[in-house]
């Protein structure tokens, strides 16, 4: 939410981010900093996916990108879905009393049949590639989500989900936090008939109140204040939870407003700076000003993605000038 402009308040980033902390340790430490008793605090795991327009525009393709964010590692960790996978083979040997080496891939597929039957009797069966995949690990298990075309992506793309869930569950993972990037796309796309875009936003109810779903997930998702007004009618029509920027809903609803002050400005800046800084120096916000600062958060309206570009812009311009000094005229000539 700024003044004027929607995009470029760290929405993407911070979701990442938080994808990163959670699947770190499957959300113990997370947990623990929110207050949680440690009685309460079950693993959890976290993925990203983001809305996007074109011809497979949809929740179910959004869902089927979401797991296959969970076979991917990042930063240095395992994926998600490989450490749900050992843990499953924990569980099996240790029930078993065999060594994790003798456990065989049937015994892995027969396991996520059976949780599946348990956590959603009437559903449909799992996709078998996805089985074998999920019981080689590693590789296999990307290349069998990666086979999906777009057609089964749009149609099927549920069945991805229903695996996913199914893998944790099995692992003793009880939640997926799924970080939806980009709603806006879903208001914003004029391809979509108003009768489609119902159907999508209704889906996301489905996936609120239905189970094995209203159990084991829980949505985040992100948009900006012009596509929360296109798409109020839907949401209150579909019963989903209010958006509004209200103190009722300071539980729910994050609102990112950008960089507000000066001090704020200045910090980001000098973490920015200090990334790449070669030298020490007596100001850590050299060769920036004051002015400078306050003028890069009226130029960029406070919105941290783009106040960066910005200064980074403005670095360029005074390297190649030869300045010593960034002031806030030099800001407003570059």
């Not at 959890?44 to 949809?58: D, E, F, Q, R």
């Not at 296999?140 to 990666?146: K, L, P, S, T, V």
């Not at 000003?289 to 980074?312: F, K, N, P, T, Y």
């Amino acid at each position: 939410m700024g003044t004027s402009a929607d995009t470029g308040f760290g929405k993407t980033r911070l979701i990442r981010q938080m994808r990163d902390r959670i699947n770190n340790d499957l959300g113990r430490a997370v947990l623990e900093a929110t207050g949680l008793k440690a009685e309460r605090i079950v693993p959890v795991a976290a993925a990203y996916t983001n809305l996007k327009s074109g011809v497979a525009m949809g929740l179910f393709p959004v869902l089927h990108a979401a797991v296959a964010d969970l076979g991917v590692a990042h930063r240095g960790q395992p994926s998600v879905l490989d450490k749900a996978r050992k843990m499953v083979i924990e569980r099996i040997a240790a029930q078993e009393s065999i060594d994790e080496d003798d456990v065989t891939k049937d015994a892995i597929i027969n396991d996520l049949r059976r949780v599946r039957l348990d956590t959603a009797p009437a559903g449909s069966p799992l996709r078998p590639e996805l089985l074998d995949g999920f019981a080689a690990g590693g590789v296999d298990m990307q290349e069998a989500i990666a086979r999906a075309s777009d057609a089964m992506k749009l149609r099927a793309g549920i069945a991805y989900l229903d695996f996913a869930l199914t893998a944790l569950k099995a692992a003793g993972i009880e939640r997926l936090f799924l970080f939806v990037d980009q709603l806006e796309d879903l208001a914003n796309n004029r391809t979509l008939t108003k009768a489609k875009r119902d159907r999508e936003v209704g889906r996301i109810r489905d996936l609120q109140e239905e189970e094995p779903y209203a159990s084991q997930l829980r949505m985040v998702l992100t948009f900006h204040s012009t596509a929360a007004a296109a798409l109020a009618d839907m949401w209150v029509m579909h019963r989903l939870p209010s958006f509004e920027a209200v103190p009722a809903n300071d539980s729910a609803v994050v609102v990112l407003r950008g960089i507000t002050n000066e001090d704020d400005g200045a910090e980001l800046l000098r973490v920015y700076l200090d990334a790449s800084r070669v030298d020490d120096v007596d100001d850590d916000l050299t060769p920036f000003q004051a002015d400078a600062v306050s003028e890069l958060i009226a130029q960029s309206q406070g919105r941290v993605g783009i106040l960066l570009s910005q200064a980074h812009r403005v670095l360029d311009a005074g390297a190649r000038a030869g300045l010593t000094t960034i002031t806030a005229s030099t800001v407003a000539d570059c």
